[in-house]
């Protein structure tokens, strides 16, 4: 079965300083690995999606994530820190069920502070 | 527009008592989800289904039941059985293109508490 782990359930950045939230995961097969961000009283919204195309995904607000098979990794990044940033982060991981059907699993979620 | 309906938002269960969560969506999603979000610890995943009248538990299924009589619904229940079901309940839905899963859609959400 697949898993995901977020190494990290808090990060704090200054504002203008770059932005990395760790993800790794377990998969048997070719995932597709997404990360969604929640803001305070907001529903989730998908940042980017990797699914098997470019190794380096860009997705939106300036974040990207680096798909490295070697290290089971998708890191989270961003050169410079928003304060509209600030929000709760989680990756997911696609998982192919033993009845052959498809389900997703999220990391446990990083917190995102950033300080003025 | 297309979207995911989660009813109600606010909701309030009684000792020993069952109650039903809807979820609703018009995206012609073949595949939908239940997840119950508490703090810390992420999104997990309680049922999905991806045809009509077929379903999978999920990690935390015990006391929960769901339905899918019709593709455009999957609503939840939770049962006496469930002895914490305070939490945030979020229905998702989800088509695949090429083989390949398409992103998530979620609701607003219903948060379920204990009277």
């Known amino acids: 079965a697949q898993s995901v782990t977020q190494l990290d359930s808090h990060v704090s950045v200054s504002e203008g300083t770059p932005v990395l939230l760790r993800c790794n995961y377990s998969?048997?097969?070719?995932?597709?690995l997404f990360w969604y961000v929640q803001h305070p009283n907001k529903g989730l919204q998908l940042l980017l999606k990797?699914?098997?195309?470019?190794?380096l995904v860009k997705g939106i607000n300036g974040f990207e994530a680096e798909f490295k098979k070697s290290e089971t990794s998708f890191h989270l990044t961003k050169p410079s820190a928003h304060m509209s940033d600030a929000a709760e982060y989680f990756c997911v991981v696609s998982d192919l069920a033993w009845s052959g059907t498809y389900k997703y699993i999220f990391g446990t979620g990083t917190r995102l502070k950033v300080l003025a | 527009d297309g979207g995911i309906t989660q009813s109600p938002k606010y909701l309030f269960r009684k000792e020993g008592q069952n109650v039903t969560l809807s979820c609703e969506q018009n995206l012609n999603h073949d595949a939908m989800y239940w997840y119950r979000q508490d703090p810390g610890q992420g999104l997990r995943l309680i049922y999905y289904s991806q045809i009509v009248n077929d379903f999978q538990k999920g990690d935390i299924a015990e006391g929960y039941s769901v339905s899918r009589e019709k593709k455009e619904s999957f609503p939840l229940t939770v049962t006496s059985a469930q002895k914490n079901p305070t939490a945030f309940y979020l229905c998702?839905?989800?088509?695949?293109?090429?083989?390949?899963?398409?992103?998530?859609?979620f609701g607003s959400g219903t948060q379920l508490s204990v009277l």
């Open positions: 990797y699914t098997s195309a470019a190794t």
């Open positions: 998969s048997s097969y070719s995932p597709s």
């Open positions: 998702a839905s989800s088509g695949v293109a090429g083989g390949a899963l398409e992103k998530l859609f």
